[in-house]
Each structure stands twice: as C-alpha cells, then as structure tokens.
C-alpha cells in the first residue's frame, strides 16, 4: 500500500512481519507514511499497534522486513530515529520530584533545549509549571499529561502517540485535539491510537487498521 506517492516519504515498512509471544501480529507489509499527516492506527486489544510503534521508533526490530526511516531522521550514533516524539510506555519517572524537575532530568539528556521550553510544553498541555507537587501524587490525568509534554518539548517533528487521550478530561481531550491539528498545520507528522472513534475520525488523514495479520487501510 502506498499512501500520497507526491508526499515525501518519512518512514516506509518492507515485507515486515512480526510476532509477539507465539501470536503472528502482522505478516508482509508494505506501506509509505508520508510528512505532514496524521495516522490513526486501529485495531483490537492485543491486534499489535504498540508494537508496530515500538518497530517503527527501532526500540524492538521486526522478525523480517526492514524500516526504512528518511536519512533527515537517522542519527549516526544511535540506532533510534531521531526528532521524534513518543509515548509508548510512559516513561519511568521520579516519583519523589515534580513534573517539572522530571522532565528537566530526561532534557538533559539530549541538552536542546533551556527551561523555557519545559514550561511551555508543560503550559500547552494543561500542566503548571512551578507546581511543585511530587509525580507520586499526581492524577492519572496529569501523568498522562506529564508524558505528552515529554513528547513535545523538544520540537519533535514525528510524533508517535499510543493512547495520548488516556484519563484525560473532557476539556483536556479538546485541548490536546486542536494542539495535535496545529502541529499538521505546522507539517508535523503524527501517528496516534485511540479507543474513542471520535479522536480518530475528527484528527486523522489517512486511518490503518490492523486486522488479519495486515495494515490495511480503512476509507474513510
């Protein structure tokens, strides 16, 4: 399957198979996912969706079949794409400091951006800042929210979001809406699960759904 040819291709799936504790998830794929779209990725408990992510962000590798990132996104001291923004599993995070020192300990690591970006990311998903409530107190709301700000503070241009609605609410889920619609606006690309259909239908340019050991393309 090939998604907008005149698109620029950022990530493009060959032949992958995989399977995940004796249970074939995909078998031969091919697809093109191309800049400045939203994917929305669909398909049953357990179907493989988070372990597509994790194949696509090189964290596991496919059993056969090969990724092919655009070379803008490689980095030659790491196997792991880079400019990319994800929430996969959420990060394992200080449970004795505040959201804001958490994300300063995983900035550091990378060292591109000042506070102020950390405050802003933190400000744009309805987190503040100079709260110093520890992460072991917090909601799972503002967890959820903690993990997106770590997706976005660094500018990423690829965002790969595993359930980013997950006990948020309902003025959260607008917020983070229109916050993903203006990154496509931008030309960022995004790829997003979600088990509400309406985030899929009022976000996604192209939706996928993985069914019969296949991506396929759901019209829309």
């Known amino acids: ?15 992958i198979s995989k399977s995940f ?4 998830l995909i078998k031969n794929v091919n697809i093109k996912f191309h800049k400045g779209k939203i994917y929305g990725i669909t398909g049953s408990n357990g179907s493989g969706k988070s372990v597509l992510f994790k194949m696509i962000c090189g964290f596991i590798p496919p059993d056969e079949g090969d990724i092919i990132i655009h070379p803008d996104y490689l980095d030659s001291k790491t196997k792991f ?13 200080i449970a004795t400091k505040s959201g804001f020192d958490n994300l300063k300990e995983l900035a550091i690591i990378q060292n591109l951006i000042s506070d102020v970006e950390i405050k802003s990311a933190m400000k744009m998903v309805g987190l503040e800042p100079d709260n110093k409530q520890k992460v072991k107190n917090y909601s799972l709301g503002m967890k959820q929210k903690l993990s997106l700000a770590q997706a976005i ?26 916050l993903l619609l203006s990154y496509r606006e931008q030309g ?24 019969n050991e296949q991506l396929q393309e759901v019209k829309k």
């Open 21 to 24: 504790k004796g249970n074939t």
């Open 188 to 211: 960022k690309t995004i790829f997003i699960t979600s088990h509400n259909q309406e985030d899929i239908d009022l976000l996604c340019d192209y939706v996928l759904t993985i069914d």
């Open 1 to 15: 399957m090939c998604l907008g040819e005149i698109l620029m291709t950022l990530i493009e799936l060959r032949n």
């Open 153 to 178: 503070m660094e500018n990423q241009e690829i965002l790969i979001l595993d359930e980013p609605f997950n006990a948020l609410d309902s003025t959260s889920v607008e917020n983070i809406r229109q």
């Open 81 to 93: 794409p880079k400019n990319f923004g994800i929430i996969i599993d959420r990060p394992g995070y």
